[in-house]
């Protein structure tokens, strides 16, 4: 069972955060009592509402070797694209119609000022002319850069740290340190940005006590979005073959999230595509009735798709445009829950702003 002495809340006796003993309890005990705590405690914090975020993957193109990615610099096989400015609003705009508030604009890392500044005006562009929220995902980049972001209209910046054990990060990572991604995530804090990370599950050489430390990691880094998903093999990189490190137990990624909602009640946490393609057609599903809270349909348009894959049997590759806002919704209200309107700003920040 769950460690009798933590609370919904987040805390344990005397106000003491979750310590390692009671988050491995969590993971390690009764699985649909701790999807049932998780939800309830999902429903106490941040309701039921699911915020959708669509996702534009505006550029496969990267500078970075990530030994498990499938648009790593280093594969042959993707054709490199970036879109055009002018399609992308197109897509923004379709997105305000598709009931989506957030833009989540995604790409490779290429750190170059003329990319950091197109970057920037697109966002001043699209919050001129539309209501969208944006989030950026483009790996890490210099403080000032986020800045001119942040200036331009950013509202948030996703940056997984992937693992919280350096030695793991660095082989997954030849171009980066974990200190390093770190100190962006530290940077993006000190701007006011709403900042999300997270972390992959079963990655090779990972053990229950990686994952134990990922959690309290997410807790001790206090994000406003967590997002998690497991190791999927990607057959063009050095990690081609190589199984998840929980393959006997994959619900391990479903505790995982429930662990996190109960741990840090107030995060946003998508369901990500990636439990759809290890649990097809209800992955997304059970990771909403496990904790999660945010949907992100894929907006990317369909003739990108099949080379932004950084694992394979991505879903919703072969889908129109717009499909996948249709089917987010459908599958939103089929498990009871309704679509978030406003921008779904994290409560915490929303909090501290109240301060």
Known sequence: MPPSNADASGVVEGNQPFSRDDV????????????????????????DAVYLRGIVEFSNICANDCIYCGIRKSNPNPHRYSIADDEIMEVARQMQRWGQTTI???SGEVDAAVQNERIARLIERIKRETGLAVTMSAGNRDPAVYARWRDAGMDRYLLRFETSDPAIFARLHPDCS???????LEALRSLGVQVGSGFMIGVPGETIETLIDNILMVRDLDLDMVGIGPFIAHPDTPL????NAYADDPEICFAAIATLRIVDPCLRIPATTAFDALFPNTGRDLALQRGADVFMPNATPSRYR????LYPDKPCVDEGDGNCAGCATARI???????????????????????
């Open 333 to 355: 209200w089929s498990i009871g829950r309704f679509v978030g309107e406003g921008p779904g700003h994290s409560p915490k920040s929303m909090a501290k702003a109240a301060e």
């Open 240 to 243: 081609a073959g190589e199984k």
């Open 104 to 106: 989540v604009l995604q």
């Open 306 to 309: 099949k080379d932004y894959l």
């Open 24 to 47: 491995r309890a969590l993971l390690l005990g009764p699985r649909n009592a701790l999807y049932a705590r998780a939800d309830a405690v999902r429903r106490e914090h941040v309701g």
């Open 178 to 184: 974990l200190a390093a991604r770190v100190a962006c």
